[in-house]
């Protein structure tokens, strides 16, 4: 069996002169190497170009970043919001509508998370602390590797599968979340203080949303790697 391709998103430094850098952490390659993937890092390009790009990849992982530009999900900014960059958001609004319509196997990571939910119909919460004054903190300064807090999984999900129904001690690197999801998921995590931490699709297909973030904590704590071997795993029942 051949090795899946699976294409990671990346964003632009602008702060880069005279031209913006492709930027990635380079963590996201490392564990779908180790997962037994190919990594095709995706720069920001013309949405267009994604009709192009969907059928060449076996499996897509949606990375982390800034946050979404509020319009995209119906809103005006809030106080609290970040900064955001819509060539990165259209593009990777594209991306993942034309994977779902091609059944890709999709796993979004923490503003990717967001970004699925954003490009399936759903809303976000623009910055946690502002909106729910008890909300445990999501966005400590601390290194990726380490813990910050429980979430619950829902038992019968595939997030239960690939850890364990019950509790799970994740990192945490966040002030945005899921407001509500798209029609297309179910929730199969929260917080203790109801943060969505997790959504799976409904229909059973490989597309799995995380707020927390696995590839920070893999090499530390193998466990975490689960996600994207399970996504390897998905995309290579694609490849004859």
């Not at 800034?66 to 995209?72: E, F, G, T």
């Not at 910050?148 to 038992?155: G, L, S, V």
Request: aromatic share 8%; with cysteine.
């Amino acid at each position: 069996m051949a090795t899946p391709l699976i294409g990671i998103t990346s964003a632009e430094d602008h702060s880069r002169q005279p031209a913006p850098y492709v930027v990635l952490k380079n963590s996201y390659v490392r564990a779908v190497e180790a997962a037994g993937g190919i990594p095709v890092v995706l720069p920001v390009a013309d949405k267009q170009q994604a009709r192009l790009l969907i059928p060449r990849l076996d499996g897509i992982i949606f990375s982390g970043g800034n946050d979404v530009a509020p319009w995209l999900f119906g809103m005006e900014p809030l106080p609290g919001i970040g900064s955001w960059d819509t060539r990165r958001d259209e593009w990777e609004i594209e991306l993942c509508n034309r994977a779902w319509d091609a059944w890709l196997p999709m796993l979004g990571i923490c503003r990717g998370c967001q970004l699925m939910n954003v490009a399936r119909g759903g809303t976000l919460i623009q910055d946690i602390a502002r909106s729910n004054s008890e909300a445990i903190f999501h966005n400590p300064a601390i290194p990726h590797d380490e813990f910050c807090h429980h979430i619950h999984i829902e038992k019968g999900s595939m997030l239960s599968t690939l850890f364990a129904p019950g509790t799970l001690l994740v990192n945490s690197l966040h002030h945005q979340a899921v407001e509500e999801p798209a029609a297309d998921f179910k929730v199969t995590a929260r917080s203790q203080d109801g943060i969505i931490e997790a959504l799976e699709a409904k229909d059973g297909r490989f597309a799995l949303a995380l707020q927390f973030h696995p590839e920070g904590l893999f090499l530390r704590y193998p466990a975490f790697l689960a996600p994207f071997k399970a996504l390897v795993d998905a995309a290579s029942h694609r490849v004859d």
